[in-house]
């Protein structure tokens, strides 16, 4: 390492180089950031693309995997909040104000040239260029995250070339920044990562209508990997903006989605947010207790009911029980219900209480709230199944101790 560490702090690199280099078979080491009690969903989707070379390994939030070359479909994470190329961990981080410039010292002898020519490899990256610093720490300490921001990247500007765009609360000072250093301080380590893309996956560029209790992005991929068929109808009584009907259209091209909102000014967030993602969906102002108005018969409903929470009911729908009951009788036969609903609301219980056989019944943490992923079908049916890739994910997930049967 050039340079080496300060006394008392030290750095372990992971070794990383640029992609492409003949002759050499060092693998850059990949972070996933998603929502808690989904990381099994995540796992699937990276599993699908071919890009780890090895065990992706799971833990609360994260996943970590190496690769032999960084490629672009890392950008394309539907169900990710974000991506990172890891550069180190730094060792025996303290807990005071005078330990943070050590923290910086060891930071700005790390192997950055190896990291940033990741990110080359799958976008432009100006040079010299502008970066930011974002930082999170869990347990108590005597400084705060601005703090390690601002020790950080002043630290490593000068070895970087590049100038460091302090974050005041928020965005960075002065407008944007070209690439974003990412470090999480946890017991006595600081793990130092470089966002791989431009901005956090979980921003959708489609997303520009919007309106109270607007749907997560990232889950409402989640929800369309758990609930989505291949092929028919699958319904969004509860629309909002748009963002499940989305994507789901935009994972299941053979599918026909139709989405219905009973404010028909989300009806029209819902269709120019399709519009900008360039999918086709049906976008209708409808009740959600009666869905018969809206599809003869469907093979999915995928919703988030707005229950009391940042949207209150309206229309017909003023219990859960009466979408319930609406639901079951035009699902087709071998339809399911998938909903993501605050946990307070109790829908796993209620589904049951009314003959429902839930599949698949998963606490999220969304937003700082506890959340419930039902995927269920009508009495008298056999509960759904997951599909097996991510059956065997969830299983995995269970086994590392990241999520239990029902919960986390």
């Known amino acids: 390492m050039a340079g080496g560490a300060p006394a008392g702090v030290s750095a372990r690199l992971t070794e990383v180089s640029p992609p492409g280099v003949a002759g050499t078979d060092d ?82 002898a790390l192997n950055w040239g190896a990291a940033l ?46 100038t460091f765009a302090e974050r005041d609360g928020g965005a960075p000072a002065g407008g944007g920044s070209d690439f974003t250093v990412r470090v999480l301080v946890r017991d006595d380590q600081a793990t ?16 520009v209508s919007t309106g109270p209790g607007t ?18 109808t699958l319904v969004d009584p509860f629309c909002g903006d748009g963002t499940i ?24 967030n819902a269709r120019q947010n399709a519009e900008r993602a360039g999918v086709e969906i049906e976008v209708r102002v409808a009740d959600a207790a009666a869905i018969s108005a809206t599809v003869s018969r469907a093979e999915a409903i ?16 003023r219990t859960g029980h009466e979408f319930v009951d609406s639901s079951a009788g035009e699902l087709g036969p071998q339809g399911a219900l998938c909903s993501l609903t605050d946990a307070d609301l109790g829908l796993p219980r ?3 209480g009314r003959g429902w056989r839930l599949g698949l019944q998963q606490r999220i943490r969304l ?20 599909p097996a890739g991510l059956a065997s994910w969830r299983d995995r997930a269970m086994a590392a101790g990241v999520v239990t049967e029902s919960g986390f």
């Open 27 to 108: 693998r850059a080491a990949i972070i996933v950031r998603c929502v808690h009690g989904l990381e099994w969903v995540c796992a699937w989707e990276i599993a699908t693309l071919g890009q780890a070379a090895g065990e992706i390994r799971l833990s609360r939030r994260q996943l970590d995997f190496e690769t032999g070359s960084v490629e672009s479909s890392l950008l394309g994470l539907r169900t990710a909040d974000d991506v990172f190329v890891r550069v180190a961990a730094i060792d025996g981080v303290g807990r005071t104000k005078g330990d943070l410039s050590l923290v910086g010292k060891a930071a700005a």
């Open 302 to 317: 995928v919703t988030n009911p707005p229950w009391n929470q940042a949207v209150n009911p309206s229309g017909q729908l």
């Open 350 to 352: 209620l589904l049951a």
């Open 245 to 268: 009907a989305i994507e789901a259209a935009r994972a299941r091209p053979d599918l026909r989605v139709v989405a219905s909102d009973v404010d028909p000014q989300r009806a029209r």
């Open 192 to 207: 130092v990562a470089v966002r791989l893309a431009a901005t956090p996956l979980h921003r959708r560029a489609y997303k």
């Open 367 to 386: 937003a700082g709230r506890v959340a419930d992923v039902s995927l269920a079908a009508p009495p008298g049916r056999p509960a759904p199944a997951l």
């Open 215 to 232: 749907l997560h992005p990232p889950a409402a991929a989640a929800l369309a990997a758990i609930g989505a068929p291949a092929a028919g």
């Open 117 to 162: 020519e990741c990110i080359r490899a799958v976008r432009e990256l100006p040079e010299p260029g502008r970066f930011d610093v974002v930082a999170s720490i869990e347990g108590r300490r005597s400084y705060n995250r601005f703090a390690v921001e601002r020790s950080i990247g002043e630290a490593i500007a000068p070895k970087l070339g590049a």
